[in-house]
């Protein structure tokens, strides 16, 4: 089986400041780790991925992630947050060669100017 | 860019009616996926579906349930009998191959089914 923690419901952060949203799993094996995120009234959107590789993904709009393999983690951060990063992201996970992806509850994130 | 679409963006519906919801897929792109969200929920994986059949499910989707690609560009998912609990949001996705560089599911904007 295959699960996905996000344990803020919402993180809260000024206009320019860093922005961390917090994401664990568990896969067996090895695991396709993704970042969607969600505007108002909007589907889902892909903001990166890992694979394999460097533990340190980037992806759109300047957001990156740090695969911990020890802590199993994916955290999404971005150095800079700006107002229109307020949105709904949700992280998700696929076993290699997988097929469903399995996400979880989703963190809004609120940037303040 | 290339994008999954999807209609309605709203369906409101009678308890036990049918509907069917209709995704349009990224053209190149051979697998299939529907996927719901209950309001203030998890997103939940129901069915996937590759060289025109189904490649896994989930227990939410039982015989209530049906996909179909009925032409080369459409994927539809069917419900029989709605029923208040299927109200929720659904979302169509895509994906292209298996491959690293393939493997990201890409969403449609969602149907918000409302039953009645």
């Known amino acids: 089986a295959q699960s996905v923690a996000q344990p803020e419901d919402q993180v809260n952060v000024a206009e320019g400041n860093p922005l961390t949203v917090k994401c664990t799993y568990s896969?067996?094996?090895?695991?396709?780790l993704f970042w969607y995120v969600q505007y108002p009234n909007r589907g889902l959107q892909f903001l990166l991925k890992?694979?394999?590789?460097?533990?340190l993904v980037k992806g759109s709009y300047g957001f990156e992630a740090e695969f911990n393999k020890s802590q199993t983690s994916f955290h999404l951060k971005k150095p800079s947050a700006l107002v229109s990063d307020s949105a709904l992201y949700f992280c998700?996970?696929?076993?290699?060669?997988?097929?469903?992806?399995?996400f979880g509850g989703g963190t809004r994130v609120l940037v303040k100017p | 860019e290339p994008e999954v679409t999807q209609t309605p963006s709203h369906q409101v519906t009678q308890m036990g009616q049918e509907v069917i919801l209709r995704c349009v897929p990224i053209?190149?792109?051979?697998?299939f996926y529907w996927y719901r969200q209950i309001l203030g929920q998890k997103v939940e994986f129901l069915v996937s579906?590759?060289?025109?059949?189904?490649?896994?499910k989930s227990e939410i989707f039982d015989d209530q349930f049906s996909v179909e690609r009925p032409d080369g560009s459409n994927f539809t998912l069917k419900i029989r009998s709605t029923k208040l609990e299927d109200s929720a949001m659904y979302f169509c996705?895509?994906?292209?191959?298996?491959?690293?560089?393939?493997?990201?599911?890409?969403f449609g904007p969602g149907t918000r089914l409302t039953v009645l």
């Open positions: 890992y694979i394999t590789g460097d533990n």
């Open positions: 579906f590759y060289n025109n059949e189904i490649s896994e």
């Open positions: 053209s190149n792109h051979l697998y």
């Open positions: 896969v067996s094996g090895n695991p396709y």
């Open positions: 998700a996970v696929n076993r290699a060669a997988g097929n469903k992806l399995t």
């Open positions: 996705a895509s994906r292209l191959g298996t491959g690293q560089r393939t493997d990201t599911q890409y």
